[in-house]
């Protein structure tokens, strides 16, 4: 069974860190393009960061870029997300999704989630 | 960035209804689009892709159409199960953004 499993939510300060994982099972985990989407409490959904198969491609929404950083250990089947100077706006569920395809691509594939709080 | 519209945020429906959901891009994406059906603390689930295709599985009374900057989302015959929340998703250009949601509710 294809399988997305995110690890690593918690209750933080504004200002500190967390690190994400999300890991993967079922699939070719080095063949697709995946990505981070987040939904803040109440709200719809929004696209963080994706990543190419192999790692060598990055992107990243303006309102995390130079804060957040997104890697992938295709020996481990996992995704990672570094998420550094944390604000309240970024209180939010965070879903790993994986691309269809590519990383141009619509996503097939969705964890249950994992909650970021950040509250001081 | 692109501008993604959806339009109504709320519908209310019977079961049997026939409902449509139209989804407004503020440049043309060619048929870069997807819809997503999300229930509430739950992930989304891929309904359609490149505007008109079907995801494996999913019932067939869920239909895309439209191109450019103009798109429909149609349920056929609403079934109790298809009570959720709707979002469409562009990914033809970085940043990747989705319609602010649709909820549809029972009449």
């Known amino acids: 069974e294809v399988q997305l499993l995110e690890s690593g939510g918690d209750l933080v300060q504004p200002g500190g860190s967390l690190r994400l994982s999300c890991s993967a099972s079922?699939?070719?985990?080095?063949?697709?393009?995946m990505s981070w989407v987040r939904q803040a409490p109440g709200k719809g959904l929004g696209w963080v960061s994706d990543?190419?198969?192999?790692?060598?491609?990055?992107h990243y929404a303006d309102s995390v870029k130079g804060r957040f950083t997104i890697s992938r250990d295709n020996s481990k089947n996992t995704l990672y997300l570094q998420m550094n100077s944390l604000r309240a706006e970024d209180t939010a569920v965070y879903y790993c999704?994986?691309?269809?395809?590519?990383?141009?691509?619509?996503?097939?594939?969705w964890g249950q989630g994992t909650m970021v709080t950040v509250s001081s | 960035d692109i501008q993604m519209t959806q339009s109504p945020s709320t519908l209310s429906a019977s079961v049997g209804d026939r409902v449509t959901i139209t989804c407004r891009a503020s440049?043309?994406?060619?048929?870069?689009l997807a819809w997503y059906q999300q229930k509430p603390g739950k992930a989304p689930k891929l309904l359609i892709y490149k505007a008109s295709s079907l995801e494996s599985g999913v019932p067939s009374r869920f239909s895309g159409s439209g191109s450019g900057t103009e798109f429909t989302l149609t349920i056929s015959s609403l079934q109790p199960d298809d009570f959720a929340s709707y979002y469409c998703?562009?990914?033809?250009?970085?940043?990747?953004?989705f319609g602010q949601g649709t909820k549809v509710e029972i009449k």
């Open positions: 998703q562009q990914y033809d250009s970085y940043p990747w953004t």
């Open positions: 440049q043309s994406i060619s048929s870069w």
């Open positions: 079922g699939f070719t985990f080095s063949s697709y393009g």
């Open positions: 990543i190419s198969g192999s790692g060598d491609r990055t």
């Open positions: 999704a994986k691309s269809t395809t590519g990383t141009d691509d619509a996503f097939d594939i």
